[in-house]
């Protein structure tokens, strides 16, 4: 859909947006078309009272007015915001309306200015009006609605739709990366997505690096992880350079890229098992937060980096028992081999040490504690860095892309001794979530570091099954923050 700033579509547009508060109070847009007393004469009748979740369809001449309940005015809570988006989207969806005045920018979202209520409406849209049909014969039914505008015409209001519409972008690329099927979705694929952003744009150079090159580097834990598949692991690296200053020191992302988790020898149980094709969601929302970024052309100097790989079982595979020595000359005991994101991650961390970076933030679904920890509404955030933590809480808070911070002190490392090797690669059955996180602290000793596990966060379960696209909304926002 095409968002923007346009006034006069109020009595042009064929759909009409308006805020019915509680206790059947009009918004300001809703008194402009209750000239006649109807909507009044609507809610006289009990047809709505202004309650979040209530919708209800009133005709003008050739133009539809969703009216739309908006609860206590100055009170709602952004979650409750998106509701009355989704709402009322739904309601619009199912019409022929093509062109819509959304006068939802009368709403007051509790701590927030129109900014925000721009950016959450035109990203809740994007995100509800998604689709992945690729895969299907008979393809989703499409919806008439093209255009939406909003009534006020301001540099807040341009450029609120404009990076919304960058955000939405990328959570669009990282969610039908993600959704993609492990037999067409392996690492060479993630890598062709890499190099696929160059070709956009002059700002990107990708490098993609073969098992060949990883061996000769000595990345013997990710080629550990990876030597049980017939897929080679493929590490595609895209570096968007766009900071005044050239030299200056870049923020690192990192992504685990696992386009299908097995477990390895430690065989993962049959159950669920096809969701393990979104164990590279990692890398997905990397790609996402470059392509976003792209989109919003920021003056910055920004690595993303995707850790693609398999984990199988096969006559071939890494066994539990292993001991890999790591790029950085540190060796693990692999005690299990369905633990495999921190030994590609550790590798890679190594890697990127070598763009001497202002920070590095990996994102991971990287293990089943975090959502026992957190649930499937916060992501996990672990940092050696309190500035950098705080960023990125801070970053998760304006857009709701939540995350919550898991300490890190010295204790946990304990958990992963091996009476063999200078590591484990797990530290038993407490704080799994948090001993990842410890494994991974042990390669990112040369610069400020956040680990972000979104295992819980990153795909939905059951009936609406599929990729949510987080983290990317969170990490963009980290990444505006840093032009300031
Ligand atoms: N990719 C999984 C983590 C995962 C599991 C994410 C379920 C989302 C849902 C990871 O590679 C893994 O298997 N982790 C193990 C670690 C354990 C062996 C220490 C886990 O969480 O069970
Ligand atoms: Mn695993
Ligand atoms: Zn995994």
Request: hydrophobic share 40%; aromatic share 8%.
């Amino acid at each position: 859909m095409k968002y923007s700033a346009n006034l006069t579509a109020l009595h042009t547009a064929d759909a009409v947006w308006v805020a019915i508060f509680e206790d059947g109070v009009l918004s300001e847009t809703a008194q402009q078309f209750d000239t006649q007393g109807e909507i009044s004469a609507l809610i006289k009748c009990g047809e709505i009272s202004g309650k979040i979740g209530e919708t209800s369809l009133l005709r003008q001449g050739s133009q539809r007015i969703f009216l739309v309940g908006a609860g206590k005015p100055q009170e709602i809570t952004e979650r409750q915001f998106k509701q009355m988006v989704q709402k009322a989207f739904q309601a619009t969806k199912a019409t022929s309306a093509k062109n819509l005045f959304n006068g939802l920018t009368d709403v007051k979202i509790k701590g927030r200015d129109l900014y925000w209520n721009v950016r959450f409406a035109i990203e809740t849209l994007e995100a509800e009006s998604y689709v992945f049909d690729q895969f299907k014969s008979q393809k989703a039914e499409t919806f008439a609605l093209e255009n939406v505008f909003f009534a006020i015409e301001t540099e807040e209001v341009q450029r609120a739709i404009q990076q919304a519409c960058a955000v939405a972008l990328g959570v669009k690329l990282a969610r039908d990366v993600a959704n993609c099927p492990p037999n067409v979705c392996n690492p060479k694929y993630l890598a062709d997505q890499a190099e696929t952003l160059e070709k956009r744009t002059a700002l990107v150079k990708t490098t993609v690096l073969g098992e060949k090159e990883m061996a000769e580097l000595g990345m013997n834990a990710y080629l550990g992880v990876s030597q049980g598949a017939k897929n080679e692991a493929q590490l595609a690296i895209m570096e968007y350079r766009n900071h005044p200053n050239p030299n200056a020191k870049p923020i690192v992302l990192v992504g685990k890229g696992l386009t299908f988790d097995a477990g390895g020898i430690s065989l993962k149980p049959a159950a669920e098992m096809d969701e393990m094709k979104y164990d590279m969601c990692g890398a997905a929302s990397v790609y996402g937060v470059m392509n976003a970024l792209v989109e919003l052309q920021l003056p910055l100097n920004v690595i993303g980096v995707l850790a693609g790989c398999e984990n199988l079982p096969d006559g071939n595979a890494y066994r539990p028992g292993d001991i890999l020595t790591t790029m950085n000359g540190l060796t693990v005991e692999v005690l299990n081999t369905d633990a495999e994101g921190r030994l590609v991650l550790c590798d890679t961390l190594t890697y990127v040490e070598r763009f001497e970076p202002e920070c590095v933030i990996d994102v991971a679904t990287l293990t089943g504690a975090c959502v026992v920890a957190l649930g499937q509404h916060n992501s996990g955030l672990v940092s050696t860095d309190d500035t950098l933590a705080e960023a990125l809480f801070n970053a998760s808070q304006q857009t709701q892309d939540k995350a919550w911070r898991l300490p890190l002190s010295e204790e946990y490392q304990e958990q992963l001794k091996s009476p063999f090797a200078d590591l484990a690669n797990i530290g038993g059955r407490w704080g799994g979530a948090i001993t990842a996180g410890a494994f991974l602290s042990n390669f990112t000793k040369k610069y400020p570091w956040a680990h972000l596990d979104i295992a819980g966060t990153a795909w939905l379960q059951g009936a609406n099954k599929g990729a949510t696209g987080r983290p990317v909304g969170l990490l963009t926002q980290f990444l505006m923050n840093q032009c300031q």
